[in-house]
């Protein structure tokens, strides 16, 4: 198995740009999730799915957020417009079902707003 | 919503002692409670977890204890190595795998030699 896949692994956009951050889950896998990390706040919940449905998007913290999972092998988070506060390392995780809980984490995207 | 203490935020310890790690919770419904180690630019990784129906649970050098009453788990890791130093943090849920992780903000753990 090739694992949770992410792209782009680094972004570098200009402050009002739009951003698109993609994830591939593990095959199988019924749960997806985006976490942010910061040196200042850590990792952060920003939204998960469960069978392509959001659950909880409360720890997204804009208007300016926003994600969607078509299907099952696909999910994006999308910034628009971005802020160089939006400057972190996106990690999209997934979790298979069936009473198995651990969940599985991407490589990351290091975005950078400038 | 749930909120997760850590610390020491910084651990050094001398190759070859043990390490302890400590974690507070505060939603008693959370129910599994995940250990990750992250090394510097990697992902984060899954080094041992423990739900809410057991009290300890140890993988080779690795243990995780959890006390239901005070919310609090720890992670023991023992005869440590060099390659134990990354930064690692707790999580908790309460809904298993198909619910968010609430992370601690992590422990910088260095090894000696």
């Known amino acids: 198995d090739a694992g949770v896949i992410q792209s782009p692994r680094h972004e570098v956009t200009e402050m009002g740009q739009e951003v698109t951050l993609r994830c591939k889950p593990i095959?199988?896998?019924?749960?997806l999730f985006w976490y942010r990390q910061t040196m200042m706040r850590g990792l952060e919940l920003l939204i998960y799915?469960?069978?392509?449905?959001?659950?909880?998007d409360s720890g997204m913290p804009e208007d300016r957020f926003s994600a969607k999972m078509p299907n099952a092998s696909f999910s994006t988070l999308k910034i628009q417009p971005s802020e160089p506060r939006d400057s972190a390392v996106y990690f999209c995780?997934?979790?298979?079902?069936?009473?198995?809980?651990?969940?599985?984490f991407g490589p990351g995207t290091r975005l950078t707003v400038t | 919503g749930e909120n997760v203490e850590q610390h020491p935020s910084t651990l050094s310890v001398q190759e070859g002692d043990s390490a302890v790690i400590k974690c507070t919770y505060s939603?008693?419904?959370?129910?599994?409670f995940p250990w990750y180690k992250q090394e510097l630019g990697k992902r984060p990784q899954l080094i041992i977890d423990?739900?809410?129906?057991?009290g300890e649970k140890k993988d080779q050098r690795i243990a995780v204890t959890l006390n239901k009453t005070a919310k609090h788990f720890s992670l023991h890791i023992t005869e440590t190595q060099p390659e134990d130093s990354a930064v690692y943090f707790c999580?908790?849920?309460?809904?298993?795998?198909?619910?968010?992780?609430?992370f601690g903000k992590g422990t910088h753990l260095i090894i000696q030699p």
């Open positions: 095959s199988g896998h019924n749960s």
């Open positions: 999580a908790a849920t309460s809904g298993g795998g198909a619910d968010g992780l609430t």
């Open positions: 423990i739900r809410s129906n057991v």
């Open positions: 799915f469960n069978n392509n449905v959001p659950i909880d």
């Open positions: 939603d008693s419904a959370s129910n599994y």
């Open positions: 995780a997934s979790s298979p079902s069936g009473g198995s809980y651990e969940q599985y």
